[in-house]
């Protein structure tokens, strides 16, 4: 197929971009200014829009580029509307009919609800608390809108919590880790900052779900939702302690304020029976993500502290 990634910049859609490629399609990766893409994807510039989709003319579309930072979401929501949703309006708008369009969503549109506790499912209602989720949500209903007015092929994947060597540090695990590795290094004290470890949230290697999008482009249904997790949850101090583990370093545990989230879900994980019905399941387990995030994250102190000597 002749595909199109935009944020291919970013974390997910690297992976992405990479595994197309090895799968023998034609790939365009699009990003920011800098970020060693394709080509250059402003959302917020129409031209540049169209300039990417002329380059890839693309059979399928996997849109990941958004504002994913729940923080800053929530520090600069006028910011995220303009961008996950006019952005996306605008890229669907510039789409010819019958394009096949994976929109990559989020689990944080359920929300909190009487639904925790128990599997996320598909068809649960939508609750979006926050603006990154409710920019999510309205750009669900964009690309449903999209395929009834401008004859565009939809699928929807609601993504869970995914880690994997290479994820932005002011993610919880691979914060984690990065703390761990610089204090393996000897660059950092032994004392690292969490935020709330009780919580229960559903992990997937980012190579899972890169193979989930991948699979939902080729066999899932248009006009569909289908989550992308594991389907099991596991406690943030389960993957803190597997760290701590695999640094083999004698480190304090501090709880820091800042890193708390009002509102916070006790217990968050997806029922992922949907996609695996499409022949989907995941291959990386946990604990070869933790060990592979936290030996990319001590290669990274280890080359800063050199080069700082």
């Given at each position: 197929m002749r595909a199109l990634v935009t944020g291919a910049g970013g974390f997910a859609g690297g992976y992405l971009v990479r595994h197309l490629r090895e799968q023998g399609h034609d790939v365009v990766g699009a990003g920011r200014a800098g970020d060693r893409c394709d080509v250059v994807l402003d959302l917020n510039d129409e031209e540049?829009?169209?300039a990417?989709?002329?380059a890839a003319r693309p059979e399928v579309v996997f849109h990941l580029a958004a504002q994913t930072f729940l923080p800053q979401?929530?520090?600069r929501p006028i910011e995220t509307y303009e961008t996950n949703i006019?952005?996306?309006a605008k890229l669907l708008g510039a789409l010819e009919r019958g394009t096949r369009l994976l929109f990559t969503s989020s689990a944080q549109v359920y929300g909190a609800g009487p639904q925790d506790r128990r599997a996320l499912r598909e068809d649960d209602p939508l609750r979006p608390s926050e603006p990154y989720a409710a920019s999510k949500a309205c750009g669900e209903h964009l690309c449903m809108v999209a395929r009834h007015t401008h004859g565009l092929d939809c699928v929807i994947a609601r993504a869970f919590n995914h880690i994997g060597p290479g994820q932005d540090i002011r993610f919880a695990i691979a914060s984690f880790a990065n703390q761990l590795a610089?204090?393996?290094a000897g660059v950092q004290s032994p004392r690292i900052d969490v935020g709330n470890l009780e919580a229960e949230r559903d992990f997937l290697d980012v190579r899972d779900v890169v193979r989930a999008y991948a699979v939902l482009a080729e066999r899932g249904k248009g006009g569909e939702v289908y989550n992308v997790c594991s389907g099991h949850p596991r406690k943030i101090k389960e993957l803190l302690r597997g760290l701590i583990v695999q640094a083999g370093v004698a480190v304090e545990v501090r709880e820091d304020a800042a890193r708390m989230?009002?509102?916070?879900?006790p217990t968050f994980y997806g029922d992922n029976s949907k996609l695996r019905a499409l022949g989907w399941e995941p291959r990386i387990a946990l604990e070869q993500s933790l060990r592979e995030v936290y030996e990319y994250a001590l290669s990274s102190a280890k080359t800063s502290a050199g080069a700082s000597r």
């Amino acid at each position: 197929m002749r595909a199109l990634v935009t944020g291919a910049g970013g974390f997910a859609g690297g992976y992405l971009v990479r595994h197309l490629r090895e799968q023998g399609h034609d790939v365009v990766g699009a990003g920011r200014a800098g970020d060693r893409c394709d080509v250059v994807l402003d959302l917020n510039d129409e031209e540049s829009i169209r300039a990417a989709i002329e380059a890839a003319r693309p059979e399928v579309v996997f849109h990941l580029a958004a504002q994913t930072f729940l923080p800053q979401a929530a520090q600069r929501p006028i910011e995220t509307y303009e961008t996950n949703i006019i952005g996306t309006a605008k890229l669907l708008g510039a789409l010819e009919r019958g394009t096949r369009l994976l929109f990559t969503s989020s689990a944080q549109v359920y929300g909190a609800g009487p639904q925790d506790r128990r599997a996320l499912r598909e068809d649960d209602p939508l609750r979006p608390s926050e603006p990154y989720a409710a920019s999510k949500a309205c750009g669900e209903h964009l690309c449903m809108v999209a395929r009834h007015t401008h004859g565009l092929d939809c699928v929807i994947a609601r993504a869970f919590n995914h880690i994997g060597p290479g994820q932005d540090i002011r993610f919880a695990i691979a914060s984690f880790a990065n703390q761990l590795a610089r204090i393996a290094a000897g660059v950092q004290s032994p004392r690292i900052d969490v935020g709330n470890l009780e919580a229960e949230r559903d992990f997937l290697d980012v190579r899972d779900v890169v193979r989930a999008y991948a699979v939902l482009a080729e066999r899932g249904k248009g006009g569909e939702v289908y989550n992308v997790c594991s389907g099991h949850p596991r406690k943030i101090k389960e993957l803190l302690r597997g760290l701590i583990v695999q640094a083999g370093v004698a480190v304090e545990v501090r709880e820091d304020a800042a890193r708390m989230r009002q509102g916070d879900i006790p217990t968050f994980y997806g029922d992922n029976s949907k996609l695996r019905a499409l022949g989907w399941e995941p291959r990386i387990a946990l604990e070869q993500s933790l060990r592979e995030v936290y030996e990319y994250a001590l290669s990274s102190a280890k080359t800063s502290a050199g080069a700082s000597r």
